[in-house]
Each structure stands twice: as structure tokens, then as C-alpha cells.
């Protein structure tokens, strides 16, 4: 039942002591404050790290080759290592069962590529149908790159967003004909990439189109595959990286390279990558709650220590009520009454401050490692509750005390 009474000479109390609970409060409330703001950033974080590796398909292999930097088995440093369709063709039969979706690339950097009047020098891209999945690419008209397509070594075209508005304007560009260095291809589609516009500057060939037109024979820049994943996260980390290893140590030994030249054949495995990654989150947002939880520690410590100030203040009131029959657990129940009014005010002010800062900033912060900062309300109230309970604790002991006072002591007191 709500004492009206109660309530006012709690008030009472904490305007008589109004300063000490000013920066009491103030204590508690930016606790909770920077608790959420840290919980916010955490996520902000989080979400910026997902994005990024939402570009490309999150268990990715990538594999590339480059120049030898040591002697081996006779041969000089210095070597190009060429991969060829041959080199995919192993990959692929291999680790068939464990592949979810694969491309080998032939890339011509900085091509020139027009329409009618409109010239532009983007990259250009020979791929497998697979690679549309492996980039997350989606179609914004028309189709990608189809098997038919490298079959029959068809001069077709899939054109990103950026580069058909830089060729096209608003014209529809679909069965149009844009020429690369000159040889016309037909374009069959445009592709919105989550990368942005530096990936939708691309224009995506046939692989064998790009070999055959570019004379590039039956050589290629770049193989890659995904790995089928497993409800066991470690399981599918486990899996990526021993394929990782192995696929560099044959193509190595195929070659001819050293086992230890890191510059020759390269494999990046992005699987590995988000672990590590992920696992930083991890201990950031650990180390954001330990800051967060030790600044309201301070803050009930403060709830704690101006109870003690209060019970001793009011030494001769609390005699005075024992001496007329108030029980302790009346006595206890006044304090711990004021300890939590303070916590609770001031733990519910910081978090509506917290949560109302980010959701007015939180929407503007778009860094490509930080994107929109928001903390679970439930958390953060739960929080809120858990301080309640802890001033509640910080409390006790000084309404402890008070209840153990001899009236006879109290009223003697000065």
C-alpha cells in the first residue's frame, strides 16, 4: 500500500542531505550511462565487423599466386607462378564434397569499356556462375553469368550499378552492347553489390570468354571456393583451414615452390579471419561491461556511504522512534526505503539518458567499422534492477546498524 507520509519525509531526508545525494545520484546514473553507451559501441562494432565481411561469403578461400623468393629444387627465385584451369579443375574434383560454391577468375585491371559516346576504365572480371553467390551479389535486372555462358564462350556482359549509370545514364542497358577494348559484348544483366560502388564499377564475363578474347589461353589470376558450412561453428574453422593448408601445400609442390615461400602461392581464409575477429568483439564488449559494472560499483558504493552519513545524522530521531516501539525491521525498512528511491531514480535517469543519446546519434554513425550503435533495452533495464538490488545491499548494512541502536545511546547523542 503506497504511504504517502513514508515517501515525503524520505524526500525530507534526501533534500536535508541534498548535495551529498546530488553527487550520489549523479554517481549511480553515469554508471549506468556509460554502461550503456559501451554495450552500444560494442554492437556498433559488431555490426560494422558483420557488414565488412557481408561483402564477400564469410567462409571464403581465396587462393592467389605471385613471385618465388627462394631457390628450389634448381629453380631461381624470381619465377612468376602461373595457375592454370588445370590447377582449379584439382581443387574442385579433390574437395568436391566439402565445396559449397566455386570460380576460378581471370581479371583484366583498368579496361577500357564504352557506350556509344560514354568511355570508362573499370575492371573486368572472366568468372563461373558461382561466383554471383560467392560475392553476395544481387541481381537488379536482368541475369548473371550461366554455365551455357562458358560453355559456348558467349560475349556476354553482367554490368554493376555503378557502371551502368556511368554508361547507360537511364536507359535500359539490358540486350544493349557495350564494347571491352573494343569487342562488343551483349549486356544480360546489372548486379547491386553489398561492397558499394567500388565493387559495382565491375563488369562480370564468362571465364572462357576473357581467356579466349584476352588471350590468356588456359591461364587464370585467382581460384576461389567456399566451405560448406557446419552447425558447429569450431567444426567449420577446423574444416577451412586444413583445406587452406592443404590446397597451398599442393599447389606448392605442383609448381615446384618452396614450402616456406610465403610469396609464391598465398591462401586467405576468411573463415579463420572472422574467428579472430569475432573473438575480439568478444573480449571488447568483456572489457566494456567490467568498465561499466566497476563505474556503478562506485556509484552503490556511493548509496552506501551516504546512508552511513545518514544514520548517523539522524542518530537521535531513530532513539526517539525505538524509544515510542518502532521495530528494527521498521527501522531497516525506512533506510533501505531511501537507498533504493536513490539507485532506482538515478539508475532509471542514466539509462533513459543512454538509450535516448543512441537512438539519436546511433542511426547517423555509419564508419565502415562501426554502424548504428543500439544496446537490448531488456539488458539494460536488467541492469537497472540489478543496481536497485545492489544499493538495496549497500544499504543494509547501514539500516543494520541503526536498528541495533539503544534509545537510551541515541538520545544522548550529540
Known amino acids: 500500500m503506497f504511504d504517502l507520509e513514508r515517501w515525503q519525509e524520505i524526500f525530507e531526508t534526501l533534500r536535508k542531505n541534498k548535495l551529498r545525494t546530488f553527487l550520489t545520484g549523479l554517481s549511480v546514473a553515469s554508471g549506468i550511462f556509460i554502461l550503456v553507451i559501451l554495450l552500444g559501441f560494442s554492437k556498433g562494432l559488431e555490426n560494422g565487423v558483420k557488414s565488412q565481411f557481408e561483402r564477400d561469403a564469410s567462409n571464403l578461400i581465396t587462393v592467389w599466386t605471385g613471385v618465388t623468393t627462394k631457390g628450389y629444387k634448381g629453380l631461381n627465385p624470381g619465377r612468376y607462378v602461373q595457375m592454370k584451369n588445370e590447377n582449379f579443375d584439382f581443387i574442385s ?33 572472366g568468372v563461373m556462375p558461382d561466383h554471383q553467390f560467392i560475392e553476395n551479389a544481387d541481381m537488379e535486372t536482368g541475369r548473371f553469368v550461366n554455365e551455357t555462358d562458358v560453355e559456348e564462350t558467349r560475349k556476354v556482359a553482367v554490368i554493376g550499378k555503378k557502371l551502368r549509370q556511368d554508361l547507360f545514364k537511364d536507359e535500359d542497358p539490358i540486350n544493349k552492347e557495350i564494347k571491352i577494348y573494343g569487342i562488343s ?31 590468356a589461353g ?147 554513425v555509419q564508419h565502415d567499422f562501426i554502424k548504428y550503435p543500439q544496446v537490448d533495452f531488456n539488458i539494460a533495464l536488467s541492469a537497472v534492477f540489478v543496481l536497485v538490488f545492489a544499493g538495496a545491499v549497500a544499504g543494509f548494512f547501514p539500516a543494520y546498524r541503526a536498528a541495533k541502536i539503544k534509545p537510551i545511546v541515541a538520545l544522548r547523542d550529540e
Open 218 to 364: 588456359d591461364n587464370i589470376r585467382n581460384i576461389l571456393v567456399t566451405v560448406k558450412m557446419s552447425d558447429n561453428f569450431e567444426d567449420a574453422v577446423k574444416l577451412s583451414n586444413n583445406m587452406s593448408t592443404a590446397i597451398e601445400t599442393e599447389l606448392k609442390q605442383i609448381h615446384t615452390v618452396a614450402p616456406d615461400d610465403t610469396s609464391a602461392v598465398r591462401v586467405f581464409n576468411t573463415l579463420e579471419e572472422a574467428k579472430k575477429i569475432y573473438s575480439l568483439i568478444d573480449t571488447i564488449q568483456f572489457v566494456f561491461w567490467v568498465i561499466g559494472v566497476l563505474t556503478i560499483i562506485a556509484g552503490v558504493v556511493g548509496v552506501g556511504n551516504i546512508m552511513l552519513i545518514i544514520v548517523k545524522e539522524r542518530t537521535k530521531e531513530i532513539g526517539i522512534r525505538k524509544a515510542l516501539g518502532a521495530l528494527p525491521l521498521s527501522i531497516i525498512g525506512m533506510i533501505l526505503q531511501e537507498a533504493i528511491f536513490v539507485t532506482m531514480f538515478a539508475g532509471l535517469f542514466g539509462l533513459i539518458f543512454g538509450l535516448g543519446l543512441l537512438e539519436i546519434v546511433g542511426p547517423q
Open 93 to 125: 574434383q579433390k574437395y568436391k564434397s566439402n565445396i559449397e560454391h566455386e570460380t576460378a577468375i581471370f581479371s583484366i585491371w583498368g579496361a577500357e569499356i564504352t557506350y556509344k559516346n560514354e568511355n570508362v576504365n573499370y575492371q573486368v572480371r
Open 185 to 215: 559484348f551483349k549486356v544480360v544483366g546489372v548486379f547491386i553489390d553489398p561492397g558499394g560502388e567500388r565493387e559495382e564499377q565491375q563488369a562480370y564475363i564468362p571465364l572462357s570468354t576473357s581467356q579466349k578474347v584476352f588471350g
